[in-house]
């Protein structure tokens, strides 16, 4: 089965940041389109970031001025910059991908943003 971890999530008071990665070794992460979404308690499964195999990206409008997906295709790893993180953000946050028709997601890694 295809595997991934997640790295990076933790405590962090607001306006600070965090850098989120996700890598596995079961797929070329060059090749296809990567997302991050977060689930927050009580809430829907969110998409927050998208990048495509030709490096553009997109956001979701919660987070667009404040977060940067990025890849890097030698060491097979998805990454999310986060900045000014404010508590409304502390969610558990996966990457993503679908792969042959199949939705593929880490185990999840929880970001809490308190003072």
């Known amino acids: 089965q295809l595997q991934f971890v997640e790295s990076g999530g933790g405590l962090v008071q607001p306006g600070g940041s965090l850098k989120l990665s996700c890598t596995t070794s079961?797929?070329?992460?060059?090749?296809?389109?990567l997302d991050w979404y977060r689930q927050a308690p009580g809430k829907q499964r969110e998409l927050v970031a998208q990048?495509?195999?030709?490096?553009?990206?997109a956001y979701g409008l919660s987070v667009k001025d404040r977060f940067t997906v990025s890849r890097n295709n030698v060491y097979n790893t998805l990454y999310l910059q986060m900045n000014s993180l404010q508590p409304e953000d502390t969610a558990v946050y996966y990457c993503?991908?679908?792969?042959?028709?199949?939705?593929?997601w880490g185990q999840g890694t929880q970001v809490t943003v308190s003072s």
């Open positions: 993503h991908v679908v792969y042959k028709g199949n939705n593929y």
């Open positions: 079961g797929l070329r992460f060059s090749i296809h389109t």
């Open positions: 990048i495509f195999s030709n490096n553009d990206a």
